[in-house]
């Protein structure tokens, strides 16, 4: 039996942070449970810094908006290089808890960047939808679901019969979204709806050469 050097050390990583992950459907509370979150670690005297991706315009771009009306101001950030780098910039040595909302819309060089505020200790807490308007896992999230130290998954109440939903349902001309739309639109009551799995709809466009008859 081969024994390992007595003189074997691996140091363990000073004060590690943590991620956490906040995903569900649209109105699922995602923003307001971020928030939450954020404001707890105010109340602790910790330093937050809060992002937001630029696409969503519901608010003011120096604002997070949750559907309930809360806002929070917030860090702006575009899917550039210099826009994802711009992170590390401003979780400067004195932030302690950084908070990253509609985490679906940014590209995966991002990962690296939660990486490394995690490796400096800092505490992440990141909310996203985890399904698009498909029902098809949404960008980066399942691999941040993978990485998380915790995750929470959200629930809305279906808008048709009221049970848990967790699809977010497109609206379209009052009809749901065909299944080519384009992926991103970012919007509220008038564009999406919470489904059940009984209630959510997609239209999907028959694949050539496939027939469906009986």
Known sequence: MTHAPENLYIPAKKNPGRLEVICGSMFSGKTEELMRRLRRAEFAKQTVLTIKHLVDSRAHHQCILSHDGQERSAHPVDNTPQGIRKILTLASH????????????????????????????KRVIVAGLDLDFRGEPFGIIPTIMALADSVTKLNAICSNCGKHSHFSQRIVNGEP????????????????????????????????GVSHAA
């Open 177 to 208: 979204a065909r299944y080519d739309d384009p992926l991103m639109l970012v919007g509220a009551a008038e564009t999406y709806e919470p489904r059940c799995r009984s209630c959510f709809v997609i239209n999907k466009v028959p694949e050539k």
């Open 94 to 121: 004195s932030i302690d808890v950084v908070g990253i909302d509609e985490l679906q819309f940014f590209p995966k060089e991002i990962i690296p960047i939660i990486s490394t505020l995690i490796e400096q200790g």
